[in-house]
């Protein structure tokens, strides 16, 4: 089993910063794809940015040279540091993992935290 825990949300105004973070612990494993997603009030879940564990990553077009993906493999965390922030960018942020087990793959999700930029 796989817990994530977010940190890092909270209220800025627009044009601010936040960085989150997520804890993963649990039997994680060190081959995995750890990212994260959003999930804006009446809309879907969407993805954000995400990092492999060579430290690959890739960014929705929405948040390219605005958000940046980092992780630290001996501590099992990831981080999204997030610049610029504008009023669409409020939304319920999730950590995501996807592992990589024999069997085959395993996602796990955070509960979330919620990121609110006002205007």
């Known amino acids: 089993q796989v817990q994530l825990v977010e940190s890092g949300g909270g209220l800025v105004q627009t044009g601010g910063s936040l960085r989150l973070s997520c804890a993963a612990s649990g039997s994680i494993g060190s081959v995995n794809d750890m990212g994260w997603y959003r999930q804006a009030p009446g809309k879907q879940r969407e993805f954000v940015a995400r990092i492999t564990s060579r430290s690959t990553t890739t960014y929705a077009d929405s948040v390219k040279g605005q958000f940046t993906i980092s992780r630290d493999n001996a501590k099992n965390t990831v981080a999204l540091q997030m610049n610029s922030l504008k009023p669409e960018d409020t939304a319920v942020y999730y950590c995501?993992?996807?592992?990589?087990?024999?069997?085959?793959?395993?996602?796990?999700w955070g509960k979330g935290t919620l990121v609110t930029v006002s205007s």
């Open positions: 995501n993992a996807l592992l990589y087990r024999p069997a085959g793959i395993e996602h796990y």
